[in-house]
């Protein structure tokens, strides 16, 4: 599963399995052979006779984005001048940390912690550091940031994940339990308390914490699929049958509200960084930070596609079509083969009631990508506006054919299909209606909805099966 920290400041509810090393793309090789970038260099001389200063990284930058190299130069040079200044450090080893400098980001960690042994965060994010590649040092480190604040629950969580990877499962679960203490609506220690009870037999408890951690995130992967796990093992098949069709649908993403961790990802100033952190801020519902962070980007780099791109998704998402429509075509101006693109700008041309446009541009797509399931839907509805009911029916055929996780997408074709379902009821057609209905039905079941939920749709199917008996 993968796993992203949030970027702050965050609302919600939302949270990551911590402490997975909070989406690092790989570590970059460490060179320690003394300081060689002639800007870090001189600053050196500036140094009082006599001061011994500690070996700087010398990180390697060739291949990096101007502002990368030249974010991490200051960095370099402000802590030549100040080498015994414990934030210099840190702040040093946080920049190399946000850029994928992991070794170097290390060692940076380690020079802040050794001036400023009470400062949680060098032991904390240095942890993190650690974390992908070794756990148990990882784990130690954890243990000396939370022996110096142990009311962080961010870090109780990534302890016990830490700990839960070296096999030390009793020691994690104290720590799960910790956060859920200090947390009381964390989803991830309610998830690890489960699953270690389920490891070692306790079903009851397992359940327990896992409908908890259901309730406060339950369109997550890695949630509902260790949920289902447990109710199989209460035996409850039927249950666990549902939420393990429904967990294959959901995204693996579990984000975690870790303000001292996202100051890294702040820093970060590649094109990547900012398109990350706005999604990141976009699926937790923070549609006003993502659209700053692309704007941020856009101002940086207007010829980027992908920026205009994102915003045309965060316009539509904050259902203001005008402004999706124009950073769509904008983005299509720098890249008209942009993946997506006009996709996002045919749903924008429909709400603005642009049928003619937005047909040409859905058309478009389908032409490139016949199963592209929101081109099917917006074509399903441009030929129900003009009561073409036969091409109407085809479509959504072809989108239930389709099918797709996206849960807005799966209420949009229910609600089709019931329009749908009515219009040719409407017609005495009550057979093709009863099709209608049992495509809801299954498409509900797909998702793991109760008989509760269920009923109505199948109350209503018996209904036009006895009207097409006679």
């Known amino acids: 599963m993968k796993v992203q920290d949030r970027a702050e400041p965050a609302v919600g509810r939302r949270v990551s399995l911590a402490a997975c090393g909070g989406g690092r793309r790989g570590r970059r090789r460490t060179q320690w052979s003394g300081i060689r970038r002639g800007a870090v260099l001189a600053t050196l001389f500036l140094l009082p006779a006599g001061t011994q200063a500690a070996e700087l990284p010398t990180p390697d930058l060739t291949a990096v984005e101007p502002r990368v190299r030249a974010a991490i130069e200051k960095e370099l040079a402000t802590t030549a ?3 015994d200044s414990p ?3 840190g702040r040093l080893a946080m920049t190399l940390h946000a850029h994928q400098f992991d070794d170097e980001a290390a060692a940076a960690y380690t020079e802040a912690s050794r001036l400023a042994p009470g400062d949680f965060r060098w032991f904390y ?3 993190n550091v650690e974390d992908a590649s070794d756990p148990a040092a990882a784990a130690a480190l954890y243990r000396q940031a939370v022996e110096i604040d142990p009311n962080y629950a961010p870090a109780r969580i990534r302890l016990a994940s830490a700990l839960e990877k070296v096999g030390l499962a009793a020691d994690a679960d104290e720590h799960y339990r910790e956060a859920a203490r200090l947390e009381p609506d964390n989803a991830v220690a309610h998830l690890g308390l489960g699953r270690l009870a389920l490891a070692r037999g306790d079903v009851v408890q397992a359940t327990r914490h896992l ?11 890695a949630v509902v699929a260790m949920l289902s796990r447990a109710r199989h093992r209460a035996g409850d098949r039927d249950g666990a049958r549902r939420l393990a069709q429904a967990a294959r649908e959901l995204p693996p993403l579990l984000h975690q509200r870790d303000p001292r961790r996202a100051q890294v990802d702040l820093l970060a100033v590649d094109s990547e ?22 704007r941020r980007l856009i101002e940086l780099e207007p010829g980027n596609a992908q920026a205009h791109f994102a915003a045309a998704g965060v316009h539509d998402r904050m259902n203001r079509p005008q402004e999706a429509v124009a950073a769509a075509r904008r983005a299509l101006e720098v890249d008209p083969d942009l993946a997506g693109g006009r996709a996002v700008l045919a749903g924008a041309l429909f709400k603005l009631g642009q049928f003619g446009q937005a047909a040409a541009e859905a058309e478009r797509v389908l032409a490139e990508d016949p199963a592209d399931i929101h081109m099917l839907l917006v074509t399903t509805m441009l030929a129900m506006r003009e ?14 054919a389709v099918g797709g996780s996206d849960t807005r997408m799966r209420e949009l074709m229910i609600q089709l299909q019931l329009e749908l379902a009515d219009a040719l009821g409407g017609a005495g057609l009550y057979d093709d209606a009863a099709r209608r209905i049992e495509q809801v039905v299954e498409t509900l079941e ?3 909805a109760g ?15 006895e009207r097409a008996r006679g």
């Open 451 to 465: 008989d509760g939920e269920l009923q109505p749709y199948r109350s209503r199917l018996a209904l036009y099966r």
């Open 387 to 400: 009561n073409d009911v036969a091409r109407a029916l085809e479509r959504l055929d072809r989108a239930a």
């Open 446 to 448: 797909r998702a793991g």
């Open 87 to 89: 934030s210099t450090w």
């Open 211 to 221: 409908e908890r951690a259901y309730e406060l995130s339950p369109e997550t992967q």
């Open 125 to 127: 994010l240095r942890a």
């Open 273 to 294: 960084s900012f398109l990350r952190r706005s999604k990141t801020y976009r699926e937790t519902g923070q549609l006003q930070a993502s659209l700053g962070e692309l």
């Open 81 to 83: 001048r100040e080498p």
